[in-house]
């Protein structure tokens, strides 16, 4: 039995040996050997690899991969013209030497982003002062980024290289400073809000004049529209009487018969109405007297 796990642990332990011998790059990274804190090797190409155990050497791993930087802060910048405004940018970068950048930068990506982060600042803010806020919003923005990732391929490239090549450097965002952007925004909101009162006003004077005008049409329509009816009122009012004057004149005693039995008509046209009158008046002749004369009094008109 004791030989049986002797064999066994010697064999788990020659595997973990083994295993720690062994690693593998993936095809995203590389792979960087040290062997007593010293850069040993870097390995570039992904598979299967083979080490001296720890702690004689140990591996690490850097990606390689394209990375993408933003801007981390929003400190504003003066123009040309000392306008305050901020800027968002982004930088698209990679390691392409991971000795260099270990020896240089950093152990891992964060802090080369860090270091990157500073230097693009410095080339923004270097270089925006040269650039009005109309530039940076026209086709000179091209040249701006230009210049800044010149300047950064500078820093990056000189005395100490980082091992880190940028490969781009963009702005997304121009803007003012919160206070500026208020302001700007109060003076856009005032000038709106004149122009539409100013459109009500002439609104308001343009509904007002049509109203009036139509107010004038109507009362001269109206007027015309009287004035022709009193005109054909009047014409058969005269003509009426015209006809009333010769039926009339015809046979005097019957058109004022007529107009007796009219005027009782209109006197005693509701059961409700009390008039107190005195009999012997001319207004009940039509009434009075004898049956002869009452029926003289209606009698018709002789023909002739």
Do not use: C, H
């Not at 973990?16 to 050997?33: I, P, Y």
């Not at 152990?107 to 982060?117: I, K, T, V």
Request: hydrophobic share 40%.
């Amino acid at each position: 039995m004791n030989r049986i796990g002797f064999i066994a642990t010697s064999f788990l332990v020659a595997l973990a040996l083994l295993s720690s011998t062994l690693f593998v790059v993936d095809q995203r990274q590389f792979g960087v050997v040290y062997q007593l804190g010293q850069i040993k090797e870097v390995i570039t190409e992904p598979g299967l690899n083979f080490k001296m155990p720890p702690p004689f050497q140990n591996v690490s791993y850097i990606d390689k991969r394209l990375l993408m930087l933003s801007s981390l802060d929003t400190e504003p910048m003066l123009t040309a013209e000392k306008q305050r405004v901020v800027i968002d940018w982004y930088v698209r970068w990679r390691i392409s030497n991971p000795s260099e950048y270990i020896r240089n930068v950093g152990l891992d990506e964060s802090a080369g982003a860090m270091q990157l982060n500073r230097v693009v600042r410095n080339a923004f803010q270097e270089n925006i002062n040269k650039y009005t806020v109309r530039d940076l919003i026209s086709a000179s923005r091209e040249k701006l980024m230009a210049d800044v990732q010149r300047e950064v391929l500078s820093v990056v490239k000189g005395a100490k290289p980082w091992g880190v090549d940028v490969v781009d450097v963009r702005i997304t965002r121009v803007d003012y400073v919160e206070a500026i952007t208020e302001s700007v925004y109060r003076r856009m909101e005032a000038e709106r809000k004149r122009v539409a009162n100013e459109l009500r006003s002439t609104g308001f004077a343009e509904g007002e004049k049509i109203r009036a005008d139509a107010d004038r049409q109507r009362e001269v329509t109206v007027a015309n529209a009287y004035r022709d009816a009193q005109k054909i009122k009047g014409e058969g009012d005269a003509q009426a009487a015209t006809a009333y004057a010769e039926a009339f004149g015809k046979d005097p005693q019957f058109a004022q018969f007529y107009r007796s039995l009219d005027a009782y008509k209109q006197s005693f046209n509701k059961k409700s109405d009390v008039m107190v009158l005195d009999p012997s008046s001319d207004f009940f002749r039509a009434m009075r007297g004898s049956g002869s004369n009452t029926v003289n009094s209606v009698a018709p008109p002789s023909r002739r």
